[in-house]
């Protein structure tokens, strides 16, 4: 049996709008993190709604995600380089 072929970029895509609109309706700050390759933006005018890319399989690292209710952006993200991965 033969498998149709996804496209993952208009998945993605079709997510994140997804979310993007649900941050606007409850009107809370949402964060979508997701993996390849690290990246933080705001792909859409909604300010409540933020996109992480973190670290893929290849590239072992991390994030220090805090949430502090009380700030401007709610969330702050710090990447965390494993020395040893960066071969």
């Not at 993952?8 to 390849?36: I, K, M, P, Q």
């Not at 991390?62 to 991965?85: A, H």
Request: net charge positive; proline share 3%; charged share 20%.
């Amino acid at each position: 049996m033969t498998r149709p072929a996804i496209n993952v970029a208009t998945v993605l895509n079709t997510s994140t709008s997804r979310y993007e609109n649900e941050s606007h309706v409850c009107g809370r700050f949402v964060v979508l993190v997701h993996d390849h390759f690290f990246f933080i933006d705001q792909p859409y005018s909604n300010l409540l709604f933020s996109r992480v890319q973190t670290y893929g399989e290849t590239k072992v690292h991390w994030l220090k995600v805090r949430v502090d209710p009380q700030s401007t952006g709610v969330f702050s993200i710090e990447q965390k380089i494993v020395r040893s991965n960066l071969q």
